[in-house]
């Protein structure tokens, strides 16, 4: 589904990416592990095309990842912070998403499953202005968002930081029935135990390159490992040492 | 037309309600509403206008910059997930632009206008006057706010950005027109005034200036470029150079600002 391909990134001085190769396959939930700093979120915003390369070139779909626009909306985005236009209600920002992707399809009617919405008990707070809501709300309304359009891709970025257990795990339960569904799902978390539930696959990140990159079972097997933190903090070690 | 895309149009719109329920937007209408009434209740129509110039000389660039680069910085996360969409920066672009540029154009045309409307223009004359600063105003507003997407773009830190935002307007606004003079003093022996009109062609601020008050016709408070370019061109030949020069200003920034934004990582 992604293939990334020698992908390097410089912020200044710092290697943010370096020499980035991985392949997402489709239908798997990939788990992009690493400490702060590794390029987890840089390697997803490349992805989407916010972060532009040094060089290297990431295909979607073998759609190459540049200009062209039409390849994300097949994708559903959760980023790590959730902050809106303050004055906008929720319900009024699920609005003008669905209209700029009908706007974009030309006047298309897009497919929409707003089921997250009750799942989460946001509709009590959807008429509030965003900057009225509390942080773990507004991570809500951005789930909602990602999954909203039913996307074929979907990335979310530390999806469960700031959320109440319970939320949580809906959000969780809904990863899992996408990716019974067949879909693709990328996503960074620094809570292992939760990506070892979801993960069919693994991507170690450190200090911009990829110290792993392929299925979990193998991953443990591998380090020998009972779990998915014991393996990636075995790996660490590995390349300290 | 390219640039208002259905989907511009739409980020329009939103940006249009958001920005609309800003408080600074009215506080800045208000202002020229106070400062235009006061101006009329005490004076006549035509020394208003004359003030209302160089309060908005002052003010206009000001306040698009500033209100811009803060625009900017809340818009940040919100151009962040737009760009997750299935939108191009281009669009984006002209979306956030025109979302910030046309509130803060009306909000400027209303403040000014509407204590005219109240209280009467008086003469044709300066009913075409008042044409022309509204227009100046605007054309200032989308000069403005197009340099803050270049500062945007250019400066990563936020305090330094705003710095950089309020470094450009009083070099701009403020000391431009003094360094000119210095300029010219130091110079005086040489043939300068092409060179001088040069340097204000390349200042938007001036440039309105010169129209403004070309139109109004008082070189003692054109400042020393204003004077060279009346000495220059004359009066309505002065006005038509001027104009289209500004309007070649509005796209330059404009498509800087473009340029950089499509460059840029979010």
């Known amino acids: ?241 | 037309m390219k640039l208002l895309s259905p989907v511009t149009a739409r980020i329009v719109s939103y940006e249009l309600r958001d920005v609309g329920r800003s408080r600074w937007l009215l506080a800045y209408a208000a202002f020229f509403l106070i400062v235009g009434d006061a101006l009329l209740r005490f004076g006549g129509a035509d020394k208003a206008l004359l003030s209302l110039t160089s309060v908005t000389l002052f003010i206009v660039p000001l306040v698009a910059l500033v209100f811009g680069t803060v625009f900017l910085d809340d818009a940040r996360e919100f151009t962040e997930l737009l760009l997750a969409q299935p939108v191009t920066r281009r669009q984006l672009y002209a979306g956030l632009y025109l979302g910030l540029t046309l509130p803060l154009v009306a909000a400027f045309v209303l403040g000014i206008s509407v204590p005219f409307l109240v209280h009467g223009v008086g003469e044709p004359r300066l009913r075409v006057s008042l044409g022309v600063l509204l227009a100046t105003g605007a054309a200032l507003t989308f000069v403005f706010t197009a340099l803050a997407f270049v500062v945007a773009a250019f400066v990563d830190d936020r305090l330094r950005r705003m710095g950089t935002a309020i470094a450009l307007w009083l070099a701009a606004a403020v000391l431009y027109d003094g360094v000119v003079l210095v300029l010219a003093m130091m110079f005086a022996d040489y043939p300068i005034e092409r060179a001088l009109l040069g340097l204000t062609l390349a200042n938007p601020v001036d440039l309105a200036r010169v129209i403004l008050l070309l139109q109004f016709d008082v070189s003692a408070l054109m400042g020393y470029t204003g004077a060279v370019f009346q000495q220059f061109f004359g009066g309505a030949r002065g006005i038509a150079i001027a104009s289209t020069a500004l309007a070649f200003w509005v796209t330059l920034p404009v498509a800087l600002g473009l340029r950089a934004f499509r460059k840029r990582d979010f």
């Open chain 1, 1 to 241: 589904m992604i293939s990334i391909c020698d992908l390097e990134k410089r912020y200044g001085a710092q290697r943010a990416l370096r020499d980035v190769s991985v392949d997402v396959r489709r239908g798997s939930v990939t788990a992009v592990v690493g400490p702060n700093g590794a390029g987890k979120t840089t390697l997803i915003k490349s992805i989407l095309g916010l972060v532009r390369p040094d060089s290297g070139a990431i295909r979607v779909d073998g759609t190459l990842v540049g200009d062209d626009c039409a390849y994300r909306a097949r994708i559903g985005y959760m980023p790590q912070i959730a902050r809106y236009p303050h004055n906008l209600s929720g319900r009024e920002l699920l609005a003008m998403l669905t209209e700029l992707r009908r706007a974009q399809s030309g006047g298309a009617p897009v497919p929409l499953d707003d089921e997250l919405i009750d799942q989460l008990t946001l509709a009590g707070q959807l008429d509030k202005p965003l900057r009225a809501l509390s942080g773990g709300t507004r991570q809500k309304v951005n789930a909602v968002a990602a999954l909203l359009f039913k996307p074929d891709l979907l990335i979310l970025d530390e999806p469960t930081a700031g959320l109440d257990p319970a939320s949580s795990a809906v959000l969780k339960d809904r990863i899992l029935a996408e990716r019974n569904l067949g879909r693709t799902v990328i996503v960074t978390s620094h809570f292992m135990s939760e990506l070892e539930e979801l993960a069919t696959d693994v991507v170690f990140l450190l200090e911009g390159t990829v110290r792993y990159a392929g299925p979990l079972d193998e991953l443990l097997l591998r380090t020998r490992k009972a779990n998915l933190g014991r393996a990636i903090s075995h790996l660490m070690t590995e390349a300290a040492a």
